[in-house]
């Protein structure tokens, strides 16, 4: 366990700035491409002591990141729908 760990550890020291600048580029969004990586940190600390590291971790990681970054943009447009609609019936008579 001790050693999965420390893989993870290396693996943000080497590619956490090449990951994050491929986020950021792709998101156009500092905060979110921050919040993204650390969500696929957090899978990553999940998953690999079960399935073992990646052959490229890397590209494991932006990988999974994207997708991250994906779910909390749809998870904001839908509330931002819900909350129009949400105003919408509570300014009618």
């Known amino acids: 366990m001790e050693a999965i760990h420390q893989t993870i550890e290396r693996t943000f020291r080497e590619e956490s700035g ?29 998953k690999w002591p079960q399935d073992g590291r990646p052959a490229n971790p890397g590209a494991w990681i932006t990988t999974i990141a994207r997708n991250k970054a994906i779910d909390r943009i749809r998870r904001h447009k839908n509330f931002d729908s819900k909350q129009a609609h949400l105003v919408e019936l509570t300014q009618k008579p």
């Open 18 to 46: 090449r990951v994050l600048a491929a986020l950021i580029s792709s998101l156009n969004d500092f905060d979110l491409a921050e919040d993204a990586f650390q969500d696929a940190l957090i899978v990553a600390l999940e």
